[in-house]
């Protein structure tokens, strides 16, 4: 690659410090099962497993082979008033693995989307059974729920609102999280703390009355915010709530689904079924850009009213069940299942709990947390520069150790393959000790 366009500033990156990225661009060019290669050549073990998204591997050879016999046979079909088979099969194949209540699938093409068409569908479905005065949602702080407008405004992220503020939607309101340090630091899995902080959502049905509020959304495991474990029975409590009001609840497993806690849906996990489910990333394991929403049989049919030939719900994305994007998903799901891999992943927890929680007595460090095939390693930031330790942990790993570490300002996240070598994961940890030993 040529040099020059390697720091061209054409490409301006999502969620990156695009100036201190031009001064030593770090640039992947090929990938194969757990590694990536560099333009320069270099093989980087990936310890995120893409973006939360690639949890078998890079290239997994069946699903490249099920996109490129996919794009020769149909490339693309008009998803508005006509679909195309491999759409239809995958929403069965989905639906089938989900909670039994949730039957009806509707494709959109990331998480983002995923998100505002679920806040959508909450606010018609009230609407179209005479109930159109619940117009309130309720997200949750430090929450993580896309960038779209929808979605960063039940989001809790602060650095994410704040410059839009002035244009977030109306009529949201927030929970508070369930972090807590003094209660729940160094916790292995979920904490037994703090399952009382569901009722702050009876606080909001009282504030406003519970008859006004639409949804609430939550991230079974917050993830992007830094691995945010609930506390044991919190979301049950939050289910039980949202029955007492008629208030629908709304599980964003874009990250939680799919293996990530070795079931098809986070709500597996944990025993509670929410009214509307989000996902991406896990669904075609990266490959092709998709997402979904799936939603209870009554919510699909409070919509299926007026004359049969008018449009139920204006909603929809051109690329909404893309035939190459359906068949990546298919060829992902038939992996799952091939491989066993949810049961691989479950036998992974232990093995990555421990090699986390091995980190509680490193001086930076200020907690650690995991959940599932998901975790945090926190260090305290440094004075008057929050972000600046963590960012130099990914910059030294990925230039000096070959290890792709994603930070989030002084948390280190990790959302191992599903089907990781524990070899690999324990020389992984080895090395990022031995760069967090090095820095100040």
Known sequence: ????????????????????????????????????????GAKLYDTFSGLWTSGLGHCHPKIVEAVQ???????????????????????????????????????TNSGS????????????????????????????????????????????IVPNRKVFSANLIPGVDHIRHTHDLEHNAFTRGLPAWGAHLADDLERLCGLHDGSNIAAVIV??????????????????????ICDRHGILLIFDEVIAAFGRLAKPFGAQRFGVTPDIITTAKGLTNGVMPMGAVLVRDDIYDAFMQGPEYMIEL?????????????????????????????????????????????????KHVIDVRNFGLMGCIEMAPRDGAPGARGAEVHKKCFWEE??????????????????????EMTRSFETIRRVIDTIE
Not at 124 to 134: D, K, L
Not at 349 to 357: I, R, S, T
Request: aromatic letters at 10%; charged letters at 20%.
């Open 1 to 40: 690659m040529n040099a020059a366009i390697e720091k061209s500033p054409a490409y301006w990156l999502p969620f990156t410090a695009n100036r201190d990225f031009r001064k030593k661009p770090r640039v992947i060019s090929g990938a194969s099962g757990h590694y990536y290669t560099t333009v320069g």
């Open 69 to 107: 016999q996919q794009v020769a046979k149909l490339d693309y079909c008009m998803g508005f008033q006509v679909t195309n088979d491999r759409a239809l099969e995958l929403a069965e194949r989905v639906t089938g693995m989900a909670p039994k209540a949730l039957t009806h699938c509707f494709f």
């Open 113 to 156: 989307e995923s998100v505002d068409t679920a806040l959508k569908i909450a606010l018609g479905y009230h609407r179209a059974r005479g109930e159109g005065n619940r117009t309130r949602l309720i997200g949750r702080e430090r929450a993580y729920h896309g960038v779209n407008f929808g979605g960063m405004s039940v989001g809790g």
């Open 219 to 240: 991230e079974p495991v917050a993830g992007s915010t830094g691995v945010l474990p609930p506390p044991v029975g919190y979301l049950e409590r939050l289910r039980e």
């Open 314 to 362: 204006f909603h929809g994305y051109t690329y909404s069940g893309h035939p190459v994007a359906a068949s990546a998903g298919l060829a992902t799901m038939q992996v799952y299942d091939d491989e066993g891999t949810f049961e691989q992943a479950a036998a992974l927890e232990q093995h990555f709990e421990d090699l986390l929680h091995s980190f509680a007595d490193h």
């Open 402 to 423: 070959n290890l792709v570490v994603r930070n989030g300002m002084d948390g280190l996240q990790f959302s191992p393959f599903l089907n990781s070598d524990p070899d």
